[in-house]
């Protein structure tokens, strides 16, 4: 399971509609929205949401010793997201989210975002659809109920 290729290019644009999307204010403008993100990537959205919605959890399946390898930028990002009171976890498999204890625990989310769901590796449609399937029976239970 993979996030993004790299910094998502208007990562600062979406996330600050991120409030808009939701009546859950507090004050100041942020949202109180509960807010789940898996495939993290570089956690470049997620660095970029918890200034509006601090109240997000950003999840990636890669191990925190091997994110300096495959996204230079990580750290940093991971940096941000802590301070603004986020939080992140690492080897957090989309698929099967009931499964870690730092996803369970926050549930239910208001809002579960995979920016970019796909197998790492050559693309392959079958198994990016099965990929999908089981990450949304995975995160349907999260959920609040509307």
């Given at each position: 399971?993979?996030?993004?290729?790299?910094?998502?290019?208007?990562?600062?644009a979406i996330a600050a509609s991120v409030p808009h999307t939701t009546s859950r204010r507090a004050h100041g403008g942020a949202t109180t929205m509960s807010i789940l993100e898996v495939g993290a990537g570089?956690?470049?959205?997620?660095?970029a949401t918890s200034a509006r919605a601090p109240n997000v959890l950003a999840t990636?399946?890669?191990t925190e010793e091997s994110m300096p390898r495959l996204y230079p930028t990580s750290s940093a990002h991971v940096e941000t997201v802590?301070?603004?009171?986020?939080?992140?976890?690492?080897?957090?498999d989309a698929t099967r989210l009931d499964l870690y204890e730092?996803?369970?625990d926050a549930a239910?989310?208001?809002l579960v975002v995979w920016n970019f769901p796909?197998?790492?590796g050559k693309q392959?449609?079958?198994k990016n659809r099965a990929l999908l399937t089981a990450f949304l029976a995975s995160a349907t239970p999260l959920l609040r109920e509307a």
């Open positions: 399971l993979h996030g993004s290729t790299g910094a998502v290019p208007h990562a600062h570089d956690f470049s959205f997620a660095a990636t399946v890669d802590r301070a603004s009171g986020g939080r992140v976890a690492f080897g957090i730092a996803v369970a239910p989310y208001d796909h197998i790492r392959n449609v079958r």
